[in-house]
């Protein structure tokens, strides 16, 4: 099935996330071995738990930093080595039209020689102007970190060897998610080429460890399998599939490694890798105009401030709301789960409580800095209230998808019980209860 779906596919957009590149074996958030042989007397000079840390750590001086960056850009990217990976997904790939779409920084794709890559988040060969990041370009510097390695190990390095912006003298910073951050235009370009020429043809989705809370790659990725009958997805993350109803019957999941997936694919045989799907969706029930009157009434409760938009995706349809001092949205979940986008606004907060007792907020918005993103997943049954952060000035625009035809029934929390479950939160709980 799934072979017959890449040979019969007319294009094959791979989406991959930190999950591949651990399999590569970058692991940006682990604690080991690895981590002191790359990084060497930096790991107790600042702490460092992990390469994540090591890359965004806020360093007394800008030598330790390029230091940071040279040690593990040169170990990982310049010094890189095609995996059997990469070697697999050439295969898989084979003549076919195909884009890689990643929030990888690792620039691995295009260092194995595959063409059309789009990093969403930059890669760490690359750097702007501090000064001037949307005026003066974007700087290749992978041999300017090979220097620094190497005079950082012949300790000679000084902050005449950090690399400045040939225009205005200003130190670079590397592109990645930042305020200084500049989308790559022109991949940006073909990128969105091939999706308006593959759209509407029998385009396979290969994911490749991408976990369920992603929404810069996963959401829409499976909104496109959603929007055309001929596509197909295929995902691959071991113990967290997350395949909406929608898309069912025409997606395949892995819970498996990426390497036991890639073999099965590739052969058509099974190797014992544990799948699931392709299944057929669940009936749904169809509503009457008069029950549809009742939802929307209902929904009133909890989203004061909400706008619905009859699709322009088959299959679902937008819901904008907007919240601010007097209007946040009510306690309440869904049966179904739900992506969350910031669109407009100040940035919002979203008070998640979760069947297991679980209580966590993301703040939806623009500034990463403030550990704001841009939207989460929420899963099915969580329950949830959304409120402006300046609570008293402003208001925040969000938008979510709700499945058209959808048993999307909302579900009011019991008070009581939720006071006893979230002791710790009954502020919020007290505040954002409808009445
Ligand atoms: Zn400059």
Same mark, same amino acid.
């Given at each position: 099935?799934?072979?017959?779906?890449?040979?019969?596919?007319?294009?094959?957009?791979?989406?991959?996330s930190?999950?591949? =590149?651990?399999?590569?074996?970058?692991?940006l958030? /682990?604690d080991d #071995?690895?981590?002191? $042989?790359v990084? !060497? &007397?930096?790991?107790?000079?600042?702490?460092?738990?992990?390469?994540l840390?090591?890359?965004?750590?806020k360093?007394?001086?800008?030598?330790?930093?390029w230091?940071?960056f040279?040690?593990?850009?040169?170990?990982?990217s310049?010094?890189?080595?095609?995996?059997?990976y990469?070697?697999?997904?050439?295969?898989?790939?084979?003549?076919k039209?195909?884009?890689?779409w990643? =929030?990888?920084?690792?620039?691995?794709?295009?260092? /194995?020689g595959? #063409?059309?890559?789009? $990093?969403i988040? !930059? &890669?760490w060969?690359?750097?702007?102007?501090?000064?001037h990041?949307?005026?003066?370009?974007?700087?290749?510097?992978?041999?300017?970190?090979?220097?620094i390695?190497?005079?950082?190990?012949?300790?000679?390095?000084?902050?005449?060897?950090?690399?400045?912006?040939?225009k205005?003298?200003?130190?670079?910073?590397?592109?990645?998610?930042?305020?200084?951050?500049?989308?790559?235009?022109?991949?940006?370009?073909?990128?969105?080429?091939f999706?308006? #020429?593959y759209?509407d043809q029998?385009?396979?989705?290969?994911?490749?460890?991408?976990?369920?809370?992603?929404?810069?790659?996963?959401?829409p990725?499976m909104q496109?399998?959603?929007a055309?009958?001929?596509?197909?997805?295929?995902?691959v993350?071991?113990g967290?599939?997350?395949?909406?109803?929608?898309?069912?019957?025409?997606s395949?999941?892995?819970?498996?490694s990426?390497?036991?997936a890639?073999?099965?694919?590739?052969?058509?045989?099974?190797?014992g890798?544990?799948?699931?799907?392709?299944?057929k969706?669940?009936p749904?029930?169809?509503?009457?105009?008069?029950q549809?009157r009742?939802?929307?009434?209902?929904?009133?409760?909890?989203?004061?401030?909400?706008?619905?938009?009859?699709?322009?995706r088959?299959?679902?349809?937008?819901?904008?709301?907007?919240?601010?001092e007097?209007h946040?949205?009510?306690?309440?979940?869904?049966?179904?789960?739900?992506s969350?986008?910031?669109?407009?606004?100040?940035?919002?907060i979203?008070?998640?409580?979760?069947?297991?007792?679980?209580?966590?907020?993301?703040?939806?918005?623009?500034n990463?800095?403030?550990?704001?993103?841009h939207?989460?997943?929420?899963?099915?049954?969580t329950?949830?209230a959304?409120?402006?952060?300046?609570?008293?000035?402003g208001?925040?625009?969000?938008?979510?998808?709700?499945?058209l035809?959808?048993?999307?029934?909302?579900?009011?929390?019991?008070?009581?019980?939720l006071?006893q479950?979230?002791?710790?939160?009954?502020?919020?709980?007290?505040?954002?209860?409808?009445?």
């Amino acid at each position: 099935m799934q072979k017959k779906w890449i040979n019969d596919g007319d294009a094959i957009l791979v989406t991959a996330s930190n999950g591949f =590149s651990i399999s590569e074996g970058l692991n940006l958030f /682990a604690d080991d #071995k690895k981590l002191r $042989e790359v990084l !060497g &007397n930096l790991v107790d000079k600042y702490h460092l738990p992990n390469l994540l840390m090591a890359l965004n750590y806020k360093y007394p001086n800008p030598l330790d930093q390029w230091r940071a960056f040279a040690r593990i850009i040169e170990y990982y990217s310049n010094n890189y080595e095609e995996s059997n990976y990469m070697q697999d997904l050439k295969q898989i790939i084979g003549n076919k039209p195909y884009f890689i779409w990643t =929030s990888n920084i690792d620039h691995h794709f295009s260092l /194995a020689g595959l #063409k059309n890559v789009f $990093e969403i988040e !930059g &890669n760490w060969l690359e750097a702007v102007c501090s000064q001037h990041p949307d005026e003066d370009g974007i700087y290749n510097i992978s041999s300017k970190i090979h220097d620094i390695y190497l005079k950082d190990q012949a300790e000679t390095l000084t902050e005449a060897d950090l690399p400045t912006c040939d225009k205005c003298g200003a130190p670079l910073v590397l592109n990645l998610a930042s305020e200084e951050f500049q989308i790559h235009q022109k991949r940006l370009a073909a990128f969105q080429d091939f999706i308006e #020429k593959y759209e509407d043809q029998n385009l396979l989705v290969l994911e490749l460890g991408i976990g369920p809370q992603n929404q810069m790659i996963k959401a829409p990725s499976m909104q496109l399998v959603a929007a055309d009958q001929n596509s197909h997805y295929i995902t691959v993350n071991k113990g967290q599939l997350l395949i909406p109803d929608l898309i069912k019957e025409r997606s395949i999941g892995y819970s498996s490694s990426i390497g036991a997936a890639f073999k099965e694919l590739l052969t058509g045989k099974s190797f014992g890798a544990k799948t699931v799907g392709p299944e057929k969706p669940k009936p749904r029930p169809q509503y009457t105009p008069e029950q549809i009157r009742e939802r929307e009434k209902a929904m009133q409760n909890f989203y004061p401030n909400y706008m619905a938009d009859q699709g322009f995706r088959p299959g679902s349809f937008p819901m904008y709301i907007t919240v601010d001092e007097t209007h946040p949205s009510y306690l309440h979940t869904v049966q179904f789960g739900q992506s969350w986008m910031y669109s407009l606004g100040d940035a919002a907060i979203v008070h998640c409580f979760t069947q297991e007792g679980q209580y966590y907020q993301v703040r939806l918005g623009l500034n990463k800095t403030k550990g704001e993103v841009h939207g989460f997943y929420v899963d099915p049954g969580t329950f949830i209230a959304i409120e402006n952060i300046e609570n008293k000035v402003g208001f925040s625009q969000l938008n979510t998808q709700i499945p058209l035809n959808s048993s999307s029934e909302v579900l009011v929390p019991r008070k009581d019980k939720l006071l006893q479950l979230f002791p710790n939160q009954r502020d919020i709980i007290e505040r954002l209860t409808a009445n």
